[in-house]
């Protein structure tokens, strides 16, 4: 199966600054035959299921602040708040779906104001 | 407007057969492309997908699991039934059912979970 990690484990960002969190794959998730990256990133607030932020690695769901942003291709990935709000903080999950059976999620990034 | 609600029971001892109800609306398991998918999360801990089922009755499992999990659907009633066997105290969990439609491959919607406490 596909393994998930990510990094940092939490990080403490200032208000108003940049926050990246970085997820890599233990094998490709981009597909050839579609050239989708098959990466979704979520953010879970505390007592609250998780939120789509991000899915084919880059697409932005429906009603998601401009400011988060995904990238990355192949095994490597990046979400990025370019302006962290105070209600941004979170735990936020990024999940491959590229394989038979799907859905691996990584471990998680807690983001912090500090 | 897409909803689920997961419904079962909040405490089953070990070795029991723990069933959860997945009763969802604004969507039909029987249109091409959707699914209804199961995700535990322990307390404190990180998510872990557990099962798919999909429009055209194709089931999936996480590997590890695969031995204890059914999961099946009944289109009429807009449900989707998870059942684990021989639950142990490591699987306290909240149990989330959550919809996943194949052209965004992402969970796009979710329940909001329910906790599972396994003890004696």
Not at chain 2, 37 to 59: C, F, V
Not at chain 2, 71 to 89: C, E, F, H, P, R
Not at chain 2, 90 to 119: E, I
Request: proline share 5%; with cysteine; hydrophobic share 35%.
């Amino acid at each position: 199966d596909i393994v998930m990690t990510q990094s940092p484990d939490s990080l403490a960002v200032s208000l108003g600054e940049r926050a990246t969190i970085n997820c890599k794959s233990s094998q490709s998730v981009l597909f050839s035959s579609t050239d989708k990256n098959y990466l979704a990133w979520y953010q879970q607030k505390p007592g609250q299921p998780p939120k789509l932020l991000i899915y084919w690695a880059s697409t932005r769901e429906s009603g998601v602040p401009d400011r988060f942003s995904g990238s990355g291709s192949g095994t490597d990935f990046t979400l990025t708040i370019s302006s962290l709000q105070a209600e941004d903080v979170a735990v936020y999950y990024c999940q491959h779906y590229y394989s038979t059976p799907p859905g691996t999620f990584g471990q998680g990034t807690k983001v912090e104001i500090k | 407007q897409v909803t689920l609600r997961e419904s079962g029971p909040a405490l089953v001892k070990p070795t029991q057969t723990l069933t959860l109800t997945c009763t969802f609306s604004g969507f039909s398991l029987s249109t091409s492309g959707m699914c209804v998918s199961w995700i535990r999360q322990p307390p404190g801990k990180a998510l872990e997908w557990l099962a798919l089922i999909d429009w055209d009755d194709e089931k999936y499992f996480i590997t590890s699991l695969k031995t204890r999990l059914t999961i099946s659907k009944d289109t009429s009633k807009n449900q989707v039934v998870l059942t684990m066997t021989n639950m142990d105290a490591v699987d306290t969990a909240t149990y989330y059912c959550a919809r996943v439609h194949s052209a965004m491959g992402a969970v796009d919607y979710w329940g909001q979970g329910t906790l599972v406490t396994v003890s004696s």
